[in-house]
């Protein structure tokens, strides 16, 4: 059975810093393209990052550029989310997926989650003073 646990949310003032990470099982991340999303109340789901399997390549939203960086850990299957610099509208709960069946040197998009196979459970990020 396939299981992401994303940890490392909470609550932070503007221009702090959080570490989001993934951890799974039941699969091995590194086989895998990863991405990195995040939701608010009524709104759909957006990519924020995403890496390749081989985890050479990396993709981010324009509105996380230079503050947030994406990566992974294989030796405890683990894909980590550094977000710097946080500003309110980061709020949202943060989301990792698995892009199955995705070339090993590409990015996979940050749009179209239900292209996603796996999901987890989320955690809450909030930005404030």
């Known amino acids: 059975q396939v299981q992401l646990v994303e940890s490392g949310g909470g609550l932070v003032q503007p221009g702090g810093s959080l570490r989001l990470s993934c951890e799974a099982s039941?699969?091995?991340?590194?086989?895998?393209?990863t991405a990195w999303f995040r939701q608010t109340p009524g709104k759909e789901r957006e990519g924020v990052a995403s890496i390749s399997q081989r985890g050479d390549n990396y993709r981010y939203a324009d509105s996380v550029k230079g503050r947030f960086t994406i990566s992974r850990d294989n030796t405890v299957n683990t894909v980590h989310l550094q977000m710097n610099s946080l500003e309110p509208e980061d709020t949202a709960v943060y989301y990792c997926?698995?892009?199955?069946?995705?070339?090993?040197?590409?990015?996979?998009?940050?749009?179209?989650?239900?292209?996603?196979?796996?999901w987890g459970q989320g955690t809450q990020v909030t930005v404030s003073s």
């Open positions: 039941g699969i091995t991340l590194g086989d895998y393209a």
């Open positions: 997926g698995v892009y199955m069946m995705f070339p090993p040197t590409m990015t996979p998009p940050l749009y179209g989650p239900n292209s996603y196979n796996y």
